[in-house]
Each structure stands twice: as C-alpha cells, then as structure tokens.
C-alpha cells in the first residue's frame, strides 16, 4: 500500500492490485498507475489484464453457470446478501478507497456504497420472485406454461463516476436472476471494483460466478466481451458514442443488450413552485459529485417571473460550496476526474461565452489544483449553445428563461439524450401534463434525486434501453421459455 497518510485503511486487505478470475487474483509486471484526482499523487499500480485471461475468464464463468442456474434462489439470494452485509460492515474502508481514486467527498462516497449494498438486497430478495405463467390453451388437451431461466453469461464495462454503484446494480440483478458476471471497470478506477471482488470472495460466492478484469486496452477487451460467443448479454454505462459502436460488436451475435448512455438533464422551475425547495433541489441535482453524473441537471430552465428571484437564491448558495480534496470534511465538490474533463468543460464555456452567454460565477479552475474546477453558473444561455446541447460533467449550472409551460417543454425536448429530467410545480395538473410530455425515462418533480433500488434507471433516445433496479431490472437477465403441454385430455 502507498504511504499516503490520507489513504489509510483498516482492512488492508481490500486493496488489490490485479484482476479476479475464477476465484483467482492475477498480479504481474505490465502494470498501469491508479491517481488521485485530487493531488495527482499514484495510489496504486494495478497489473493490467491481457487477453488471454479475458478469453479463459468467459468460458470459465460459463462452467460455473451450470451450477449456479440450477442453485436455490434463496440459496443464491443467501451468498448476495452476504456480500452486501460485508459491504456494509466495510463501509469506511470501501467509501476510502472510492474517494481515493474518484475524488469525490468521503461522504458521497459512503452514501454510494451504502447505495451499491441496496442494490444487493434488493435483487437478492427479487430473485426469489421470478414467477412464471400458465395460460389458458386452445383446447382441452393442452397446457400453455411460460417459465424464466438465466440468459447465461453476462458482462458489463463501467464508468469511473460511480465506481461501485455501477457494478452492483449490474451484478446483484445478474446473480439474482442466476448469471454468471464479468465486469471491466474504468482504468481510472478499478480499485473500488477489485474491493467487492475481495468481499465477494469472502461472502462464498462461488469461484467463476463474479469477475472483475482490469486493464487500460479498453478496445481490445470490450471487443472480446462484446463478440464473444460465450457471453449472452452485454450490459454497458457510459457515453453514447462509445455504447453505439459497442452496440455494433455486440450485434455481431445478436446477443442481448442493455445500455445506460449519456444525459442532457433539464430542470424546470415553473412560476408556483416552492422556489427554496428548487434551489436546493438543483444543488443537490447539479453539484453532487462535482457534476459528474449521468442524471445530473445539465440546463435550468427557470420561469421569466421568478428567475431573478430564483438566480439571487441560487448564486448564494452555489458560493457557500465548498470545494477541495474528498478527504476533507467541510468539502462539497471535490475534483473533476482528469485534465481532459477540465479542458471540455472550459472549451464549452468559452464557445457558449463567444456566443453570448455571461458567466454569473466561476468559470475558472481553483488555485486548489488544475483538476478543481470552481461551482460555476452561466447566464444568458440558449437552448441550441454548445453549454446547452452536451453533457456538462463538471459543476456548472446553465441558465435559461421561460415564458410558458409549452415553451419550456419544446426546449427541454430539444436533445437527442432522454435520461433523465426534473421540474418543480405546486400545480397538479401541470404535475401530470409536463411529467407526460417530457421525452425523458426518469422525471423527478419537487425532487432533486432520483436513484433508488426500487425504481427502475434507464432512458429512451440516445441515452439508452434496458431498466436497472425495480422489479423490471430482472428481465434482461432472463429468458423467456414457453411449454406446450399435450395430450392431457381427461
């Protein structure tokens, strides 16, 4: 372990340095560095996998799909829960290593683990509710019964924001529904991924069921997961760009698909709304990891009437943000991933300034360090400037004004991206009008954040297909099996 006084843990043993296969940890040489965003500091030297381990892992979870698709479902359901019981107990080791190699505060990434473990038990009891059907036949001496079985191997590549939430909302509904999981995190973050890898060992799941294979040739290893024969669900968190030309390999054999891609979040505050209410729904939506989330509000559409009221609100809070490394305690906004998200960031604000937007606050990088960019609010926007029509991923607040309730859904329709979208009203029937008309898959209204292991996640346009969570997030884990019974006349 480094020794980096600010990266303690008191389970040493949850820091792994190489991917887990079949049961297996595999270290070597060819190793990439793990940094802290905050300080640029390498926390770890992870060996990177290699294909040939990528190939051995695929048919060796399909092995060990035989037994665990014919296991009990409470059986099943008992070792998941006994994973998300140590992620639990672990809780302040895991939330460490998290906030260690994404940078966001020690708080959020505790509230994420906490968050990851419900997953696992949802799915751990939800899968002992995968029920059939009996359908009435055409005639006497038939039976129509439909039953659902595993789809078999599945595997997953996810993104560095959520480290640890992306992966168990993943793997808990895979298991549960009887799959075996291979999952390819971030390079920028695989610590967190090797952490429930340890646990899940330790909880008895059994070896082949759950791997996590680790590397910087993302290309090369994406093209085995996706093509692969073997595999039968391929389930992807990121961009859109990227999930397109993943959705082309794995089409190569027809294998099925879920993909959770990128957002344009709007979030309405109509003239009724609680206006302090909406303020701290749009900080809590905006800021929390430092705008780095795919459900992040993206543009805020604010009623002409009351925008100023609304901006003044707004800009004090926004202010009072505290921005600084993860470990420190007062901190709000931690860093942004890379150098490469802050130069985006900056070249969107300097088009859309160029074009006549007006920056309120911030705006700039802080003195903390090139990765801390300042809580920013932009004025003056429109709807078609370059701040407005791409994935923001950094805390900045894009401001834009409106005059009626049509016109502000027409704008907030105006993206390619339907993940998720927020509005605040007081009015009934504008709660069911505008929640209907808003091309998003999620919609939070009076409500800032959305995620729950209940709810189903997932968008409809460019950002996606496929649920997770919810009672829906079983189905793309399972097939769909129909049995014709005859002569059975009595």
């Known amino acids: 372990m480094p020794p980096n006084a600010s990266f303690k843990l008191s389970d040493n043993q949850l820091l792994k340095l190489g991917s887990y296969s ?29 294909l040939a381990l990528v190939e ?25 829960k006994r994973w998300q019981s140590l992620m639990l107990e672990h809780i302040d080791d895991l939330a460490t290593i998290l906030t260690a190699e994404q940078g966001k505060p020690l708080a959020e990434a505790k509230g994420e683990i906490a968050y990851s473990a419900s997953y696992l038990e949802w799915f751990a009891e939800e899968g ?6 009996t359908i009435p036949a055409g005639s006497n001496d038939k039976r129509i019964i439909v039953i659902k079985q595993p789809v078999g191997v ?23 529904a009887g799959c075996t999981f291979i999952v390819k995190p971030s390079e920028l973050t695989p610590l967190s991924a090797l952490a429930m890898a340890e646990l899940a060992d330790r909880a008895g799941i059994p070896k082949g069921v759950f791997n996590v294979l680790v590397g910087t040739d993302a290309k090369a290893i994406g093209k085995v997961l996706t093509e692969h024969n073997d595999i039968a669900k391929f ?3 990121g961009s859109t760009g990227v999930g397109k030309l993943l959705a082309q390999q794995s089409a190569l054999t027809v294998k099925r698909i879920s993909m959770e891609l990128g957002g344009n979040a709007p979030f309405i505050v109509f003239d009724d709304a609680d206006i302090d209410a909406a303020v701290e729904g749009a900080i809590t939506s905006k800021y929390r990891n430092a705008g780095q989330t795919c459900v992040c509000t993206n543009r805020i559409f604010i009623d002409n009437k009351i925008k100023e009221r609304f901006l ?3 800009s004090e809070r926004v202010s009072q943000l505290v921005i600084g490394s993860g470990f420190d305690k007062e901190v709000s906004v931690g860093p942004l991933i890379n150098q490469q998200a802050v130069t985006k960031i900056e070249s969107l604000i300097q088009q859309s300034v160029e074009q006549g937007a007006q920056l309120r606050l911030g705006g700039q990088c802080s003195e903390l360090g090139s ?5 920013t609010i932009m004025t003056n926007v429109r709807n078609d400037m370059p701040i407005a029509q791409q994935e923001i991923f950094a805390p900045v607040s894009a401001v834009i004004g409106f005059d009626s309730e049509d016109e502000v859904i027409a704008l907030a329709n105006q993206t390619e991206y339907g993940l998720a979208a927020y509005f605040y009203s007081r009015d009934i029937g504008r709660v069911w009008r505008v929640s209907e008309c808003l091309e998003f898959g999620m919609i939070g209204i009076n409500e800032g954040i959305i995620s729950n292991a209940a709810a189903p996640f997932g968008g409809i346009k460019q950002s996606g297909y496929g649920r997770e969570g919810s009672k829906y997030g079983l189905d793309d884990y399972l ?6 019974l005859g002569g059975l006349s009595c």
């Open 479 to 484: 097939h769909i099996k129909y049995l014709c």
């Open 154 to 176: 599945v595997a997953a590549i996810t993104p560095w924001n959520f480290p640890s939430a992306m992966i168990a909302r993943k793997a808990a509904a895979a298991l549960a």
């Open 235 to 237: 389930s992807f968190t």
């Open 56 to 80: 051995q892992t695929v048919l060796n979870a399909k092995t060990a799909g035989k037994d665990w698709q014919q296991m009990p479902a409470n059986e099943r359901a008992s070792f998941i």
């Open 128 to 133: 002992k509710r995968i029920y059939g059907d």
């Open 312 to 314: 003044d609100k707004f």
């Open 22 to 50: 079949h049961g297996q940890w595999h270290e070597g040489n060819d190793c990439f560095d793990v940094m802290n965003p905050a300080n640029h500091q390498v926390i770890a030297q992870v060996a990177n996998c290699h």
């Open 371 to 375: 990765n801390f960019f300042l809580p």
